[in-house]
């Protein structure tokens, strides 16, 4: 339930209000603006009347939420969150920004040579593996902490930010510690223990869509984030598993729009996970732009041929600057300069 106050509306009768409702078990998750003060009624609202609430003083309106991602829906928030990374990046305004960096940490010295070269291109987030769940369990896995701590110490070198993929929820504590942003893989899109404990972390969060996840399914996991605690969710979308098996996935390009018709989050395209092959990563970049993406992920490898994991959907790094300068030229077209 959502509940607006009149312009002329008192503090005194917004605490007023408040007071009733938490006296009642309702939560209170305040989203007003510079404009308008507004408030959402978190809880079981169905068996509170809306008329019963109109009739306090200084309510302008009371609209039932109907959508079952209640925080996370357009309904409840109207303007669209911006999430603030470090005090200088934001993500889900007017500018869309560049993650990259390779899928997985292979050493210090790959990491700095791929930082170092993102850092010249204008990349403020550097992505990479630290923990790495793959299909095959004879497959590299990753360096785990020690791949975060590398990645921490090289991204503070070129002033970066950290994002990287948490495996399961007993490893909050070192995420916390060494990222800026938390990313939830799409094999953990609903694993609803470690969603519950990201609404307690004390980091951005961002969630990939699931294989097969309905957009639905997928605001619904942001959902549980949200109402475990944490407001600062970045969704992903990175292809579904559909009949084709030319790509990796399907990029589902429309998901964007639709995202941003339902809900207030932002909303980033990981084009390398969605086609699986380097060629293809520029044009799905542009077209992410074109319909409105807040941003984008590649996956980037000084040597791709040698990498290993996702050699394949890896650009080398003449690739991402030629890629960065077309991205460049596009977004300033569109009003919209990627950052």
Not at 60 to 65: A, F, K, P, S, T
Not at 141 to 152: F, H, P, S
Not at 300 to 309: G, I, K, Q, R
């Amino acid at each position: 339930m959502i509940v607006k106050m009149h312009k002329k509306a008192t503090q005194q009768d917004y605490e007023h209000l408040i007071k009733a409702l938490e006296a009642k078990k309702f939560k209170i998750r305040d989203v007003s603006s510079d404009t308008v003060k507004i408030f959402g009624v978190i809880g079981d609202t169905a068996s509170l009347d809306i008329h019963d609430v109109k009739a306090y003083e200084g309510v302008e309106q009371v609209i039932r939420v109907q959508s079952p991602f209640k925080q996370a829906s357009r309904t409840f928030k109207e303007e669209d969150t911006i999430i603030t990374i470090n005090k200088d990046l934001m993500i889900g305004g007017n500018h869309p920004v560049m993650i990259a960096g390779p899928c997985s940490v292979e050493s210090e010295a790959q990491l700095d040579l791929t930082a170092k070269f993102l850092s010249e291109q204008g990349v403020k987030v550097l992505r990479g593996g630290a923990f790495k769940p793959r299909t095959s369990p004879y497959t590299f896995q990753g360096l785990e902490v020690e791949g975060l701590k590398i990645m921490r110490r090289v991204a503070d070198k070129y002033g970066m930010s950290v994002i990287s993929e948490i495996p399961s929820a007993e490893h909050l504590e070192v995420f916390n510690t060494y990222t800026d942003i938390i990313q939830v893989g799409a094999r953990n899109m609903q694993n609803f223990d470690l969603l519950k404990a990201l609404g307690k972390a004390k980091r951005p969060i961002m969630l990939k869509r699931g294989l097969s996840a309905t957009i639905e399914e997928w605001l619904m996991s942001a959902e549980y984030i949200i109402h475990h605690g944490n407001a600062e969710v970045i969704l992903a979308e990175r292809g579904i598993r559909t009949f084709e098996t030319y790509t990796r996935n399907t990029l589902d390009i429309s998901s964007v729009l639709a995202v941003k018709h339902l809900s207030h989050l932002p909303i980033i395209i990981d084009p390398s996970h969605a086609a699986g092959r380097w060629h293809m990563i520029e044009d799905l970049s542009k077209a992410a732009l074109a319909v409105g993406a807040h941003g984008l992920m590649v996956e980037v490898h000084h040597n791709p041929e040698t990498a290993l994991s996702d050699g394949a959907q890896s650009l080398k790094f003449d690739t991402f600057e030629s890629m960065m300068t077309q991205l460049h030229h596009l977004s300033n077209a569109l009003n919209r300069p990627l950052k």
